[in-house]
């Protein structure tokens, strides 16, 4: 499953950085100039999970094989971008291919470091983040509002697909995000074809100084209070030092150099986590000599649907699904222990998978 989560922000607040630091397979460029990434640029990240060694030490694999999201590092976004300006057109529609959004906000105060907006102003940038991207819906909303009203005439489907047009169409204009509307399931449709940009789930990066790391700062407390509403969680990190982390291969060095900072993990961690969750993303397991693996499928997916993600042919031809629950493994050993203890369960094609499931699919292809 290749779900995206981007990382935007205005120019200069330390977006490749932060890719940098979380990003395990590319290495993006970062400078002191507006526009410094243009083309996006996407890694692979492993989805820390102290769960896979621990079945590790139970099964002795041959490898261990973390499973992974995509982070997209998208180009500085400026004033003006839903009409165009700086590179707002192409940012734009990075954006709207990716699930989710990272929002790295400055909360640093730095004369060396460039910034087109003034003073530091953690709420002020949210603020052009926003509203660029309600601007750009609102010319969607409006478009599709055009096309319809005729039709919905003589059409009582499309009535109430104009209702919920009208309805994000007044939300944008009061300076709302539609994700702030709680839409129900049966009014999605209505907007699916558009894409639209505020109603992705956000998690906030506070980029703060390296005295701030650990206790936030005024700028950090302030974005937390704006955010309040939206339920949004905000991480807050020293980009700096993260990537300064990422890039140490040995993991005594990485160890002495958190505890040098008093770091019991990485920041990167709980962001990595948070948007996992964000995403609404369970993890189950396989567990074998050849390898233990972690698999990612949505919150709610049935055991066929998790099975379709090793292969599709799993899917087509799922029988049954032999699951372990990870703490009743753990607490047994083994797969045959807990077989002989009754742990193990046989589960048909409606079982909802749960987050640690250990798992065995039978098919027939």
Not at 112 to 131: H, S, V
Not at 208 to 230: I, R, Y
Request: proline share 3%; glycine share 6%; with cysteine.
């Amino acid at each position: 499953m290749a779900l995206q989560a981007g990382i935007v922000g205005l120019p200069n607040v330390g977006k490749s950085t932060l890719f940098n630091a979380v990003s395990n397979s590319a290495k993006a460029q970062a400078s002191n100039y507006r526009f410094c990434t243009i083309d996006p640029n996407v890694g692979l990240v492993d989805v820390p999970d102290p769960r896979l060694n621990k079945l590790a030490e139970f099964v002795h694999p041959d490898r261990i094989v973390p499973t992974q999201i995509e982070i997209v590092d998208i180009a500085g976004l400026v004033r003006g971008a839903s009409k165009g300006e700086g590179l707002g057109n192409k940012f734009l529609a990075n954006i709207r291919e990716v699930d989710a959004i990272i929002q790295v906000i400055r909360c640093f105060e730095d004369e060396n470091i460039l910034r087109d907006e003034g003073p530091i102003n953690p709420i002020g940038d949210k603020g052009i983040i926003d509203t660029e991207l309600q601007l750009k819906d609102l010319e969607s909303v409006e478009k599709k509002i055009q096309r319809t009203e005729k039709l919905a005439k003589t059409d009582a489907k499309l009535k109430s697909e104009l209702d919920v047009l009208i309805r994000c169409k007044d939300c944008l204009e009061q300076g709302k995000n539609i994700r702030e509307l709680s839409l129900a399931k049966e009014d999605l449709p209505a907007i699916a074809d558009l894409f639209l940009l505020t109603i992705k789930p956000v998690l906030y990066v506070a980029n703060v100084d390296e005295a701030s790391m650990h206790t936030g700062n005024s700028f950090s407390n302030a974005l937390k209070e704006a955010v309040k509403s939206e339920d949004a969680e905000v991480i807050i990190m020293n980009n700096s030092i993260e990537a300064q982390i990422a890039e140490m291969d040995n993991a005594d060095d990485k160890q002495l150099f958190m505890e040098e900072y008093k770091m019991t993990e990485p920041a990167l961690d709980r962001l990595i986590h948070a948007a996992y969750k964000l995403l609404k993303l369970y993890t189950y397991f396989t567990a074998g000599v050849q390898e233990v693996r972690a698999w990612t499928i949505h919150e709610g997916w049935k055991a066929p649907q998790a099975a379709g993600v090793i292969h599709t042919d799993f899917e087509k031809g799922f029988i049954k699904a032999e699951v372990i629950s990870y703490s009743d493994f753990v607490q047994y050993g083994s797969e045959a222990a807990c077989r002989d203890a009754g742990k193990l369960r046989i589960e048909g094609k409606e079982y909802v998978v749960k987050d640690g499931d250990v798992m065995h699919f039978r098919f027939n292809v």
